[in-house]
């Protein structure tokens, strides 16, 4: 069974930093991929950002140059690092892991994290 667990939402003003972090037991097969989601009050679950096992990431436009995403293979672990942190950002984030588990793509949700940044 795999298992999602986040951290490190809270409330922060704007021009902040926060540091989420989401931490993946179980049976993990590699390679995998994952990301970061957000959901704002009222509207759809976005992308945020995602991360291949070899490291490669992708950012949503509203997100670059303010959020990095990295990961530790060992401890099955990714983080999000959010700075310059606007009102906008608000939201729950959740964390997923996309893998390949019998032939079959697999994809696993975190539990969510709320972040809210204040004016």
């Known amino acids: 069974q795999v298992q999602l667990v986040e951290s490190g939402g809270g409330l922060v003003q704007a021009g902040g930093s926060l540091g989420l972090s989401c931490s993946a037991s179980?049976?993990?097969?590699?390679?995998?991929?994952m990301a970061w989601y957000r959901q704002p009050p009222g509207k759809q679950r976005e992308l945020v950002a995602v991360i291949g096992s070899d490291g490669d990431t992708a950012y949503a436009d509203s997100v670059k140059g303010r959020f990095t995403i990295f990961r530790d293979n060992v401890k099955n672990t990714v983080y999000l690092q959010m700075n310059s942190l606007k009102p906008e950002d608000s939201a729950v984030y959740y964390c997923k892991l996309i893998m390949q588990v019998a032939g079959s793509t697999r994809n696993y949700w975190g539990q969510g994290t709320q972040v809210t940044v204040s004016p």
């Open positions: 179980g049976t993990i097969f590699r390679p995998n991929t």
